[in-house]
């Protein structure tokens, strides 16, 4: 699996993406930020039954609550799990209060610190000094984070592990099958993410040639050397969001939002819509092409690709 | 005088005074809901140049449609910066953000918020009540400029000490060398709170209209500091109401819009905003 990065073709289906590199025990990070949430991996993953992983993230939200509902997850190193405008994370509670369906250990941290966490992993470095954490109770019950007197200015400093996941999961607007992938919007932690990483699985709306991503390198945030598979699946974070591609379909989310309360109606969803369905075309199909068009055509109202 | 309002809910109010707490030209971190409100009717109103900071990576969208998430696509939606979640955190903590908002399930007398477990009786990781978590919030009390704190007077929430400091107040900031300035107010229904500079104590600054100082003691667990002269709250003025309602048209923020809405209405919502603003 050590040269999967200098291939020049690295399309794979969803499906053969998530089997190659996704394996009991394996860390997994996960890209987006408050939107553009990879729920269509978290399903493929729901689907697999990959056991005892441990997620790295900033504030995931199908990604943590749902993992840990589906009792995949033993650990995770986060700074927020919720839904945020649509509701709370359920199955995250469940499992911290209660331990259903299985206990999961907690790693805190804040957002910016997470993203520090993941740089120091693509910059190849140990730690990362910040002034965030400081005087919070967040270094009280995370003995990885450690308070520090900076050796040049003598002023306190909070210093955080890099995060080298093994497997890192990342959804964006376009890439080529080299992997060279594009952002419209924004990139949140993902271009570190990638770097992070020792495999970068890239899921974009569209595969486009690599003539295609030259007309704009500067819009290229990944360039092919760090990643190891290319997945092609459009709408791949619905019900969320995709700048320049989809609208966030926030009455689907409240729905499922509203299911997650109990822990049979979650299990009931899954059931529904990730174990009944073979992949993430038939989500889609049974989501409906026609509602997903709308999606896109009242996005494109708002913002159109530049290119 | 102003044309001030006699018609508008408690979520129109909130939004008012936070956004009287935004100044022209300062950039705002701000998440979803009221403060965003606030920060958005101040932008269409005595803050034209105030830059909104987005936690995905957004920087100075200007949408034609109403935020629904802190990385919706309205946060790059005519932006004048698109980037990485890292790049605007550390813009934060250079001390390029003037203002953050945030809130919390419970709250101190120094302004220490607490987002992420209540512990009770129990402990922190077998908790009686687990929260989402810091999110951002921990950066944006490290490192804003100063903070406004938007959160309803109760208290189980304004308590004596909280279960855990996911953000600091005004804590020895100096000693911790936190850079930012720490919180400045706290907006609640019935009155704001603001910090003494010596001893960095809240104290009562104002009322809400028909307010007394007997019922915000009774809504804070500590021995609330309240001075000689208290002033009441202004009200929100026509034109703040009438923004406010053309901001939030369907009252996603203002009153409870999402809970009754279909596909179809969320769709027809879109459309009609683009009409409006655009």
Request: charged share 25%; aromatic share 10%.
């Amino acid at each position: 699996m050590d040269n999967m990065k200098k291939r020049s073709d690295k399309r794979m289906t969803l499906k053969e993406a998530i089997s190659t590199f996704v394996k009991d025990g394996c860390s997994v990070a996960f890209s987006g930020m408050g939107g553009t949430q990879p729920v269509a991996p978290t399903y493929e993953i729901i689907r697999q039954q990959p056991k005892n992983l441990t997620l790295i993230g900033d504030s995931p939200c199908e990604p943590g609550d749902m993992l840990a509902g589906a009792g995949l997850l033993k650990r995770m190193e986060i700074a927020w799990c919720s839904y945020a405008v649509a509701g709370l994370g359920y199955n995250f509670r469940r499992a911290v209060e209660e331990g259903v369906p299985v206990k999961v250990e907690i790693e805190e941290y804040s957002n910016y610190t997470i993203g520090l966490r993941f740089l120091a992993g693509a910059l190849n470095v140990p730690f990362m000094p910040t002034r965030s954490l400081l005087g919070s109770d967040l270094t009280t019950y995370n003995s990885k984070i450690i308070e520090y007197e900076d050796p040049y200015t003598h002023t306190p400093v909070a210093l955080v592990p890099a995060a080298n996941p093994d497997v890192g999961i990342i959804i964006a607007s376009r890439a080529d099958k080299r992997g060279n992938t594009q952002f419209l919007g924004f990139s949140a932690n993902a271009e570190n993410i990638a770097r992070a990483s020792k495999h970068t699985i890239i899921i974009c709306e569209e595969i486009v040639s690599t003539d295609e991503i030259r007309k704009t390198g500067n819009l290229t945030v990944i360039p092919e050397y760090c990643v190891d598979a290319v997945v092609e699946a459009p709408f791949a974070c619905h019900p969320w969001n995709m700048p320049y591609a989809y609208a966030y379909d926030i009455p689907f989310h409240m729905e499922f939002l509203k299911q997650n309360r109990t822990r049979d109606g979650f299990l009931k969803w899954l059931d529904e819509w990730v174990f009944a369905l073979p992949d993430h075309e038939a989500y889609c199909r049974k989501v409906g092409w026609e509602r997903l068009y709308t999606l896109t055509r009242i996005e494109r109202k708002f913002c159109k690709a530049p290119y | 005088m102003p044309n001030y309002s006699t018609d508008y809910t408690m979520s129109e109010f909130l939004s008012v005074c936070a956004a009287r707490e935004i100044k022209d030209g300062e950039t705002v971190f701000a998440g979803v809901g009221l403060p965003l409100m606030g920060a958005l009717l101040a932008q269409n109103t005595h803050a034209p140049n105030s830059i909104l900071a987005m936690e995905c990576g957004g920087i100075g969208p200007k949408p034609k449609r109403i935020f629904l998430g802190i990385g919706d696509n309205t946060c790059v939606e005519n932006a004048i910066f698109s980037t990485s979640l890292w790049r605007l955190f550390s813009d934060q903590q250079k001390g390029f953000f003037d203002v953050g908002m945030i809130g919390g399930a419970q709250i101190d007398k120094y302004g220490n918020l607490n987002s992420t477990v209540i512990i009770g009786d129990k402990d922190y990781y077998t908790p009686v009540s687990r929260l989402p978590g810091s999110g951002g919030a921990n950066d944006i009390a490290s490192s804003a400029l100063r903070t406004i704190v938007t959160m309803p007077l109760q208290k189980r929430r304004f308590v004596e000490k909280v279960d855990y400091i996911t953000s600091p107040g005004h804590i020895d900031r100096k000693r911790y060398g936190l850079p930012g300035g720490g919180p400045s107010a706290v907006i609640t229904d019935k009155c704001i709170l603001r910090f003494d500079e010596e001893t960095g104590e809240a104290y009562l600054a104002s009322l809400t209209a028909g307010v007394t100082v007997d019922e915000v003691r009774a809504g804070v667990s500590w021995d609330l500091k309240v001075p000689d002269k208290i002033e009441e709250t202004e009200p929100p003025t026509v034109e703040q109401i009438e923004l406010l309602r053309f901001l939030d048209a369907n009252k996603i923020y203002t009153g409870n819009g999402l809970a009754s809405m279909t596909f179809e209405s969320y769709i027809e919502m879109l459309i009609n905003s683009y009409e409006r603003m655009g």
